[in-house]
């Protein structure tokens, strides 16, 4: 018996195997009057305010000074493209960081506004850069606050896709010096951008969508400054960013005077750093693990890890990070099990954990087999509240259990700054020189008081790889 195609598959099918000869006359017919009325409004659409603002736009982009693209010499990019590369490398293992509520705040903001910034006639400086990545770090922070649906691990939209794509345009509208107005404008343009759904959560996609809030926001306030303008009650509907949010309830932000007190969110939240490249509730797994595996063999030393017999994972229920026998390194990032396996083989997880080597080991895929997941109802999908328990069971029956609440990293228990400083110095050194590597260290513990923040990414586009040893490059970037 032939089994029946999904919806999504046989709109995949159609799409292939559709041709012209499937065309009929009055299909024909139809098509040629849509297509004629389509031509006849878009010529008339030429002269309309809205047609005659983004073409301003989109032509300021030829003649606008290009943002160089990090750690690829002699590339260069229009700052909106900019934002978007830089965006998606942000987000492209997992690495960034996360809030509560839940988002990954930083990687919606600091790729638009160094891409920005790179462009300026008048670069500004370390303290104004500052000030605009914190006003978008802000605003995503207030409006997650008004959804108690955002408190938890997300279900539909990824996060950094509503919210982000806001903080975004906030802070580069607070960048381009954009009045109230406009601020108001920017915001209501990027609302028009904001959503992506959680289904392609552990897909090359993912990281998309923090490339696109980036993008996105940093078009809105380009456009806000073109006299573009939107609903200038764009926060207040439920038909506006409340859209994303079935329990969606605003509040206004304190007033603000040159003189006033501000209370950031920031200063009530801190952040979570990841140690390693994974969905964040890897890490009460990894931790869990890692206590387990060290009870197992302060006991048995000399143990052999074959001799565990089945592995039993407390955790939340979150079906997208529920991924028994992932294959592709997305999907490891955002396994419960398989974040388990590793750290109960290797004692760590890393960057290297999640390459093609380490994922097809034999000794993991078997491990993986004997993981079950456990939903207790006390543990709640939410990065304030979940814990994860382990319970390792061997083949004489003995039990070895662990329970993490706060992992190493978590806005409880964050990273000391020389921990943070060592990630930074790992992950940057695989492509730039030690030398400019400790250059930004410097640059950005100084930025509050550096005047030309382009120090910043003067030399964040030199890979120590291709300087050295890839002169076919230069010839192809050309």
């Known amino acids: 018996m032939m089994l029946r195609k999904s919806v999504t598959e046989s709109f995949g099918a159609a799409v292939s195997c559709l041709s012209t000869s499937h065309l009929t006359d009055e299909v024909i017919r139809r098509s040629k009057r849509m297509i004629l009325d389509t031509l006849g409004v878009g010529l008339l659409g030429t002269s309309t305010p809205v047609f005659n603002t983004v073409l301003q736009y989109s032509q300021r982009q030829q003649a606008m000074k290009n943002s160089k693209v990090w750690a690829r010499p002699g590339s260069s990019?229009?700052?909106?493209?900019?934002?978007?590369?830089?965006?998606?490398?942000?987000?492209?293992?997992?690495?960034?960081?996360?809030?509560?509520?839940?988002?990954?705040?930083?990687?919606?903001?600091?790729?638009?506004?160094?891409?920005?910034?790179?462009?300026?006639?008048v670069k500004p400086s370390g303290l104004e850069l500052l000030l605009a990545f914190n006003v978008g770090i802000e605003v995503q922070g207030r409006l997650l606050m008004f959804s108690k649906e955002a408190y938890n691990i997300p279900k539909r939209f990824h996060p950094p896709a509503v919210v982000g794509v806001m903080g975004s345009a906030a802070a580069t509208a607070k960048l381009l010096g954009l009045s109230p107005s406009q601020s108001i404008a920017a915001l209501a343009i990027a609302c028009s951008s904001a959503g992506a759904p959680m289904a392609n959560a552990a897909t090359q996609t993912k990281p998309l969508h923090m490339g696109n809030a980036a993008q996105g926001g940093l078009e809105a306030s380009e456009l806000a400054l073109l006299g573009l303008v939107g609903n200038t009650q764009i926060l207040d509907l439920e038909s506006g960013f409340g859209a994303f949010y079935s329990d969606y309830v605003p509040h206004q932000l304190a007033e603000v005077t040159p003189t006033s007190y501000y209370r950031w969110a920031l200063e009530d939240q801190n952040i979570a750093q990841k140690r390693f490249p994974a969905h964040l509730g890897m890490h009460w797994v990894a931790d869990a693990a890692m206590e387990a595996r060290s009870k197992f063999l302060d006991?048995?030393?000399?143990?052999?890890?074959?001799?565990?017999?089945?592995?039993?994972?407390?955790?939340?229920?979150?079906?997208?990070?529920?991924?028994?026998?992932?294959?592709?390194?997305?999907?490891?990032?955002?396994?419960?099990?398989?974040?388990?396996?590793?750290?109960?083989?290797?004692?760590?997880?890393?960057?290297?954990?999640f390459s093609k080597s380490q994922m097809n080991r034999s000794a993991l895929k078997e491990m993986l087999l004997k993981v079950h997941l456990e939903n207790p109802q006390d543990n709640h999908s939410n990065f304030?509240?979940?814990?994860?328990?382990?319970?390792?069971?061997?083949?004489?029956?003995?039990?070895?259990?662990?329970?993490?609440?706060?992992?190493?990293?978590?806005?409880?228990?964050?990273?000391?700054?020389?921990?943070?400083?060592?990630?930074?110095?790992?992950?940057?050194?695989?492509?730039?020189?030690?030398?400019?590597?400790?250059?930004?260290?410097?640059?950005?513990?100084?930025?509050?008081?550096?005047?030309?923040?382009?120090?910043?990414w003067s030399n964040m586009h030199l890979n120590k790889e291709m300087l050295l040893t890839d002169e076919r490059y230069y010839s192809v970037s050309a």
């Not at 020189?433 to 550096?450: A, F, Q, R």
Request: glycine share 4%; hydrophobic share 40%; with cysteine.
């Open 77 to 121: 990019l229009p700052p909106q493209y900019a934002a978007l590369v830089h965006g998606v490398a942000v987000h492209s293992m997992d690495f960034d960081d996360t809030w509560h509520p839940a988002t990954h705040p930083s990687g919606a903001v600091l790729p638009a506004l160094l891409a920005l910034a790179e462009t300026m006639p």
């Open 384 to 456: 304030e509240k979940m814990y994860c328990e382990i319970a390792v069971e061997t083949t004489q029956g003995e039990m070895f259990t662990a329970r993490c609440n706060t992992f190493y990293g978590h806005w409880r228990k964050p990273l000391s700054h020389e921990d943070l400083v060592q990630k930074f110095k790992a992950n940057a050194s695989t492509v730039l020189t030690p030398d400019v590597v400790e250059g930004i260290i410097y640059i950005v513990d100084s930025l509050d008081t550096n005047q030309d923040c382009s120090t910043l």
């Open 299 to 353: 006991k048995y030393p000399n143990a052999n890890l074959n001799q565990i017999k089945k592995i039993t994972l407390r955790v939340p229920l979150s079906r997208y990070v529920d991924c028994p026998v992932p294959v592709t390194e997305h999907q490891a990032r955002h396994s419960f099990q398989f974040n388990c396996c590793t750290a109960l083989l290797d004692g760590e997880v890393t960057v290297e954990s």
